[in-house]
C-alpha cells in the first residue's frame, strides 16, 4: 500500500498503512530537517527544506529511513539515526558520485604504476643520451677534437632525433603508446649497447649509432602523453606528466653522476653497456606489466576503472577503439599548420628544446672551462639542477592540477605555468651570467632547470586539450622543431665560444629569446579544444 503526498514530490511506500503511519511519525521524531514534513504539506513549504533534487522517495523500513534520488543527484547525501543509517548514499547508482582518491589510493593505482614504468622509461632516455655529455670530455682528448667538431658529435643524436618525431607521433595515435613505446626502448637501448663496438669501428659508425639512439627516442614523448591521456583523467594529468618528467629529469641525474664512476671502473665506454643493458630489462617488464587502456588491465580494481571513465571526456581519449574512423595514418598537415595554437606549442616546445640541449650538452663543459672544474665535479655541478627540475616538476603539477579542480580555466592555467617556465630561465640565465664563482653558478642554474619545469604543465600537456585526436602528431611537430633549435644551439654554441671564446654572450641571447616565446605564448596559447577538421579557405 503507499500514500502519495499531494505535492508529488515524496512517496511514502509501505506493506500496510499501519507501517505507513508508524514510520512517518518516526520520521518526524527522529530527523528535524524534515519537521515540517506532513502528507499534506504544501510544495512550497517542503522545497524551503530541502534542496531541489528532483522527485524523491522515502523508504521507511523497520530500523532506518532511507532518501533515494530517482533523478541525477551531483553529490551524495548522507544522515544517520540513532540506532540505524539513514539516507544511504553508497545505494545512490550516480556515476558523479564517485570521490577523488586520497593520497594513498592515488599512489598505489595501477595508473600510478604505469606513470611511474614511463617515468623510468623517460629516466634511461636521458641517461642514454647525457652519457656522451660525459664520455666527449676525454673521447675529444684521445681523438684531438675542436669545440665546433665536438659540437657535431654532441648534435648527431639530434640529427636522428630530428627524422622521428612526426612519423612516430602519427604511429602513437595509430597504434597507442604501449607498443610504440616498447620498440623506441628496446632500439634505443640497442643503439646505447652498441656505442662502444661503433666507437672503436670509426667515426662514421658512432655517428650513425648516435643518429639511431635519436630516431628511436623520438618517439618517447608522444608515447607518454598518449598513454597519460588514456589512464588518467584531465584533473590528473599535470600531476601524472610531472611524475614521468620527474624520471626523465632524473635520467639526467643519473647519468651525470654516474657516468664518471663507471668510466674509471670499466673503461670510457662502461656506461653505455650498463645503461644498454637495462633498457632490455625495462621492455620485458613493460610489454608484461602494462596495457594500453585501462579496460584492458587485467589487475584494475573496479573502483579505479569507474573513477577513470566517470571522469574523463571521452572525446579526449584517443580510444584505439575509434582510431578506425577518426585517426588517419597521414594527418592533416595543412589544416593543423593553419592554426595559431599549433604555432604556440612549436615555439614552446623549439624554445623549451633550445635551452634544455644547451644546458645539457654544454654545462659540463661550461664548469670546466668557465670555472676550471674537474670532470667529476663538473658533473656534480650539472646533475644538482636536474633534481630540481624534477621535485619542481611534480609540483607544478600537483599546483596546476589544483587550479583546474578549484575553477581556474585550463587556458589561464597554462599560460601561468609557461610563463613561469618561461621568464624564470631567462632571469637566471642572467644571474648565471655574472656569477663569479662555482656555488653561485651552480645555484642561478638549478633556479633556471627547476623553473623550466613549470613549461610540463603548460605546453606539454596541452596537445590533448588542444586536439585529442591528433595529439600524437601535434607532439611530432613540436619536437621536430624543438629539436631544430636544439641543433642550431648546441652546434651554434659551439661555434660562438669558438669566435668569442666565452659561453656568457650565448647565454644572454638565449634568455631573450626566452623572454619573447613566453610572450608569445601567452597571448595565442588556449586550453580549449581547437576545431582541427575545418576546410582551409
Given amino acids: 500500500m503507499s500514500s502519495r503526498c499531494p505535492c508529488n514530490r515524496l ?3 509501505s506493506s500496510s498503512s499501519r507501517k505507513v503511519t508508524r514510520h512517518k511519525n518516526q520520521l518526524q521524531s527522529r530527523t528535524s530537517q524534515f519537521s515540517s514534513f506532513s502528507p499534506r504539506s504544501s510544495k512550497a513549504k517542503f522545497s524551503k527544506n530541502l534542496p531541489s533534487w528532483g522527485p524523491l522517495r522515502i523508504r521507511l523500513r523497520e530500523d532506518a529511513v532511507e532518501l533515494r534520488s530517482i533523478s541525477n543527484s551531483p553529490r551524495p547525501t548522507r544522515a544517520f539515526s540513532n540506532d540505524a543509517q539513514s539516507f544511504r548514499g553508497s545505494s545512490w547508482s550516480n556515476e558523479n558520485e564517485l570521490q577523488a582518491p586520497n593520497f594513498f589510493e592515488f599512489v598505489t593505482s595501477e595508473r600510478v604504476k604505469v606513470v611511474a614504468m614511463l617515468g623510468l622509461a623517460l629516466s634511461l632516455c636521458n641517461a642514454d643520451r647525457v652519457v656522451m655529455s660525459v664520455a666527449i670530455v676525454p673521447l675529444s682528448v684521445a681523438h684531438g677534437w675542436t669545440k665546433s667538431f665536438t659540437g657535431i658529435v654532441q648534435s648527431a643524436f639530434l640529427w636522428g632525433y630530428l627524422m622521428s618525431p612526426i612519423a612516430g607521433g602519427a604511429l602513437v595515435d595509430y597504434y597507442g603508446g604501449k607498443v610504440v613505446m616498447a620498440w623506441g626502448v628496446a632500439l634505443w637501448s640497442l643503439a646505447t649497447f ?14 650513425a649509432a648516435r643518429v639511431l639512439l635519436g630516431v628511436a627516442e623520438g618517439v618517447a614523448l608522444p608515447s607518454m602523453n598518449n598513454m597519460i591521456a588514456r589512464w588518467f583523467p584531465q584533473t590528473e594529468r599535470s600531476r601524472a606528466v610531472g611524475i614521468a ?14 657516468s664518471p664512476i663507471l668510466m674509471s671502473k670499466g673503461g670510457v665506454f662502461g656506461p653505455f653497456v650498463i645503461f644498454g643493458l637495462s633498457g632490455f630489462l625495462w621492455v620485458l617488464v613493460w610489454l608484461s606489466a602494462t596495457s594500453s587502456t585501462p579496460e584492458r ?23 584505439t577503439e575509434k582510431k578506425s574512423k577518426t585517426t588517419k595514418v597521414i594527418p592533416p598537415f595543412r589544416r593543423l599548420l593553419s592554426k595559431l595554437p599549433t604555432w604556440t606549442v612549436i615555439s614552446a616546445n623549439a624554445m623549451h628544446s633550445w ?11 661550461y664548469f670546466n672551462t668557465i670555472y676550471h672544474v674537474d670532470l667529476k665535479h663538473a658533473a656534480w655541478f650539472s646533475a644538482v639542477p636536474w633534481t630540481m627540475m624534477a621535485i619542481f616538476g611534480y609540483l607544478a603539477g600537483d599546483w596546476s592540477d589544483m587550479l583546474i579542480r578549484n575553477g581556474t580555466s585550463v587556458t589561464f592555467t597554462r599560460k601561468v605555468m609557461q610563463s613561469i617556465g618561461f621568464f624564470g630561465p631567462g632571469i637566471a640565465l642572467l644571474g648565471l651570467n655574472a656569477a663569479k664563482n662555482p656555488s653561485v653558478a651552480s645555484a642561478w642554474l638549478t633556479v633556471a632547470v627547476g623553473l623550466k619545469s613549470f613549461g610540463h604543465s603548460g605546453f606539454l600537456v596541452n596537445f590533448q586539450e588542444i586536439s585529442p585526436q591528433y595529439a600524437g602528431v601535434l607532439h611530432g611537430m613540436s619536437n621536430t622543431a624543438g629539436t631544430l633549435a636544439a641543433i642550431v644551439g648546441t652546434v651554434g654554441a659551439g661555434f660562438f665560444v669558438e669566435l668569442m671564446g666565452s659561453f656568457r654572450g650565448f647565454l644572454i641571447f638565449t634568455a631573450f629569446l626566452y623572454f619573447l616565446s613566453a610572450i608569445f605564448w601567452d597571448i595565442f596559447a588556449t586550453g580549449e579544444q581547437v576545431n582541427f577538421d575545418e576546410t582551409v579557405s
Fill in 11 to 13: 512517496i511514502l511506500c
Fill in 194 to 207: 652498441l656505442t662502444p663496438w661503433a666507437a672503436e669501428t670509426s667515426l662514421l659508425a658512432l655517428l
Fill in 245 to 258: 618528467m620527474a624520471g626523465f629529469q632524473l635520467g639526467n641525474v643519473i647519468g651525470l653522476l654516474l
Fill in 297 to 319: 588491465h587485467p589487475q584494475i580494481s573496479k573502483s579505479e576503472l569507474e573513477y577513470i571513465r566517470s571522469m574523463r571526456k571521452t572525446s579526449s581519449i584517443p580510444s
Fill in 355 to 365: 635551452g634544455y640541449f644547451l644546458l645539457l650538452s654544454w654545462m659540463p663543459i
